[in-house]
């Protein structure tokens, strides 16, 4: 989930696994897989900072990992 700005200065937060693609027209303008059309305050740029920003956070290395914690990490193995 990102959180960006409606035209009205709304916050919303969007399930980022819908964006279906993003158009500068020159409002930014994304449009879900579910068909809805939402307009933004933010870049299309800022937009796919969220989105990776977002996707490193829950599918980061750290929450990754098939052997058990790195060295170092301060987490004790079983």
């Not at 693609?21 to 870049?43: A, F, K, M, N």
């Not at 956070?57 to 058990?68: E, S, V, Y």
Request: proline share 5%; with cysteine.
């Amino acid at each position: 989930m990102i959180r960006l700005t409606r035209f009205n200065h709304a916050p919303l937060t969007l399930n980022c696994d819908l964006i279906q693609h993003i158009e500068e027209t020159p409002d930014t303008v994304i449009t879900l897989t579910t068909g809805e059309i939402v307009r933004v305050l933010e870049s299309a740029d800022e937009i796919v900072e969220r989105v990776v920003t977002f996707r490193r956070r829950i599918h980061g290395p750290a929450n990754c990992l098939k052997d058990g914690p790195a060295e170092g990490d301060g987490r004790k193995q079983a």
